[in-house]
């Protein structure tokens, strides 16, 4: 698989990488077995960014993710996240970003995950209440004691990335982008070129809708978390498959998927962006 880099300290990854929230959280039931075949396999085809957060699954996807790398450590660059604290139902209690709980958050990734170091840690949310200065800089104190490698942050403003980015050198930034989620391309690609920090793009495929196999509120399962997206509500979604047709035809006539040709279009936005 092709190479890109995140950031100017050098990290390389596969030009596609698998996220792993939907194995333990949100998109239906789970299947720990296949999602472990799914991620090991992901490995076999060069896809090296496992992406992971500790609120996914409340825990359970780092520890999913920790089994899946057994013996696969050396060909994964692991991903995870911390700040989002959610009550055992799902809901969101707060945002953490206090130098205090960085610690501890990160503390308990490396035991979930069994790693003695993380490669990519973000702040999943920056903490309104915290100044960004104090968070990246309990961050940066990660890095010097060695537990974790580069640094990067999720749905972050361009003021943000660039008080982050004067403490401590950012790897990327990890942002929804895809063919039907495009704000960042009016806010914070300028300044991601600007300060030579990568995009994370997540949900690269609008949360399954791109793959060409929803057309309906059927086609979810009963318990399945995007059932309350407005895109996916019943006055909405047959539109919204309407489109996803006419990206299936301009698939076909290439001989590709419509995952493909979504995947395709983010990869040649840009050689930072990374699926």
Same mark, same amino acid.
Request: proline residues 4%.
């Given at each position: 698989m ?16 698998l996220?792993c929230?939907?194995?333990?959280h ?7 077995e ?5 991620i090991?396999r992901?490995?076999?085809l060069?896809m090296s960014?496992i992406?992971?957060?500790?609120v996914?699954g ?6 999913l ?20 604290k959610?009550r055992?139902?799902?809901?969101l209690?707060?945002?953490?970003g206090?130098?205090?709980y960085?610690?501890? *958050?990160?503390?308990?990734?490396l035991?979930?995950?069994?790693l !003695?170091?993380? @490669? &990519?840690?973000? %702040?999943?949310r ?5 100044p ?6 309990a961050m940066?104190?990660?890095v ?7 640094l ?5 403003s361009?003021q943000?990335l660039?008080r982050?980015?004067a403490?401590?050198?950012l ?10 989620t495009r ?9 991601l070129e600007?300060l030579d ?11 399954g ?12 399962a009963?318990?399945?978390?995007r059932r309350?997206f ?10 919204? *498959?309407?489109?996803?047709?006419t990206?299936?035809?301009?698939? !076909?006539?290439? @001989? &590709?998927?419509? %995952? ?9 936005r ?6």
């Amino acid at each position: 698989m092709e190479q890109r880099t995140l950031g100017s300290q050098g990290l390389q990854v596969g030009a596609i990488g698998l996220g792993c929230m939907g194995m333990s959280h949100v998109y239906g039931p789970a299947d720990d077995e296949e999602s472990t075949r799914t991620i090991q396999r992901a490995l076999d085809l060069g896809m090296s960014l496992i992406d992971t957060a500790d609120v996914y699954g409340f825990n359970a996807n780092e520890r999913l993710v920790g089994k899946a790398l057994v013996g696969r450590r050396a060909d994964a660059v692991v991903a995870t996240k911390f700040g989002m604290k959610r009550r055992a139902d799902g809901s969101l209690i707060g945002i953490d970003g206090s130098p205090e709980y960085v610690a501890q *958050a990160c503390d308990a990734s490396l035991q979930r995950l069994g790693l !003695d170091e993380i @490669d &990519l840690y973000y %702040a999943h949310r920056l903490d309104p209440e915290v100044p960004v200065e104090e968070t990246i800089g309990a961050m940066a104190r990660l890095v010097e004691q060695g537990k974790v490698r580069y640094l990067g942050v999720s749905e972050a403003s361009a003021q943000e990335l660039q008080r982050a980015q004067a403490v401590h050198p950012l790897t990327a930034l990890q942002s929804e982008y895809s063919l039907w989620t495009r704000d960042v391309e009016a806010r914070e690609l300028a300044t991601l070129e600007e300060l030579d920090v990568g995009l994370v793009a997540y949900s690269p495929l609008g949360r399954g809708m791109l793959s060409g196999k929803i057309h309906s509120q059927a086609d979810l399962a009963e318990r399945d978390y995007r059932r309350t997206f407005p895109r996916y509500s019943p006055e909405h979604i047959e539109e919204n *498959a309407r489109l996803v047709d006419t990206l299936t035809r301009i698939a !076909d006539d290439a @001989d &590709l998927t419509v %995952a493909q040709l979504s995947l395709g279009w983010l990869l040649a936005r840009s050689p930072r962006v990374v699926p």
